[in-house]
């Protein structure tokens, strides 16, 4: 009896099927390749490359002594180091040396001299991911000079500290689908994660990248308002955060559309319908779609500023 073992290389999990050519019948062995014995390197050791160091542990894509960065701040390095038992170093250049992907984690008024400083060490093999909000793909082209270059852009934001963010990934051309799909991973262990084509990050900018400061002014209005009406602010706070935390909550396990849910909750001649009616007469969707827009167009004139 013959067998014929098909190797099927998804990257993250290959899987090695031994199919009997001489029956309608065959055996699958799985073999998972172990991704933990990478290295995965980050330029900057900031809080968000700590939230993804962070995932990244606890999600078990990479082990611990695997996760390389530099930094230049001996106490991030001291803190990084004795928390999440990780490798890390002063020079940018042990990075490129030791990693295949890496994760550019500076701000971007940095950038500009990190990529100088890095240029060189830049190999076609690299993967570079780059957290810099307003940077597009084709400003980390110009300044590396190498158009083979491969770029994956992500807008992140700030939830990912607590691994409940919502990040966007665009990639250029040299970037495979199956690497695209190794960063998408990696985003996934602090949130959730779309693909777009690169043209979608601005209105990704407007709307989650900036979306928890108008979320957290939100809070802060509904706060001040329980302790305008005698609420201390303690119970303020901690009825005004559960009752967003349950709303958002009952919209994502229902299913139902927010205006559904509202109409359930505005009895005819109730508090709740009272309160709605001050909301239209402000223009509350609209200042909300406003300031969205605003930021969407701030973002566009960052990129050309590059």
């Known amino acids: 009896m013959q067998f014929t073992t098909i190797e099927i290389d998804i990257y993250l999990k290959p899987i090695m099927i031994a199919w009997i050519n001489s029956t309608n019948t065959f055996s699958i062995t799985l073999s998972i390749r172990n991704r933990m014995k990478q290295q995965i390197g980050f330029i900057g050791g900031g809080q968000m490359a700590e939230a993804l160091i962070r995932g990244i542990i606890a999600s078990g894509l990479y082990h611990k002594g695997n996760i390389l960065v530099s930094e230049p701040n001996d106490f991030r390095r001291e803190h990084l180091e004795e928390t999440y038992k990780i490798k890390t170093y002063q020079n940018n250049h042990t990075i490129f040396e030791k990693s295949k992907m890496i994760i550019l984690a500076v701000k971007p008024q940095t950038m500009k001299a990190v990529l100088e400083n890095c240029r060189e060490c830049i190999e076609p093999h690299h993967i570079l991911i780059t957290i810099a909000a307003g940077l597009p793909i084709s400003f980390y ?95 303020s706070e901690k009825l005004a955060l559960q009752t967003i935390s349950g709303s958002i909550k009952l919209l994502r396990d229902s299913g139902e559309h927010p205006a559904a849910l509202r109409g359930k909750v505005t009895s005819p001649g109730g508090t709740a319908i009272t309160a709605l009616h001050v909301l239209e007469k402000v223009g509350f969707h609209g200042i909300i779609m406003d300031i969205v827009e605003a930021a969407v167009n701030r973002s566009k004139e960052l990129g050309k500023l590059e």
């Open 141 to 235: 082209i110009k300044m590396i000079d190498k158009k083979e270059t491969k770029i994956i852009r992500v807008m992140p934001n700030t939830p990912a500290l607590v691994l409940e963010g919502a990040s966007a990934l665009s990639k250029n051309e040299n970037v495979s689908d199956k690497e695209l799909r190794v960063a998408e991973e990696i985003f996934l262990a602090v949130g959730e994660v779309v693909i777009l084509d690169e043209v979608h990050l601005d209105a990704v900018t407007g709307l989650s990248g900036s979306g928890p400061a108008y979320v957290f002014s939100f809070v802060e209005a509904l706060v001040d308002a329980g302790v305008k009406s005698g609420l201390t602010r303690v119970i």
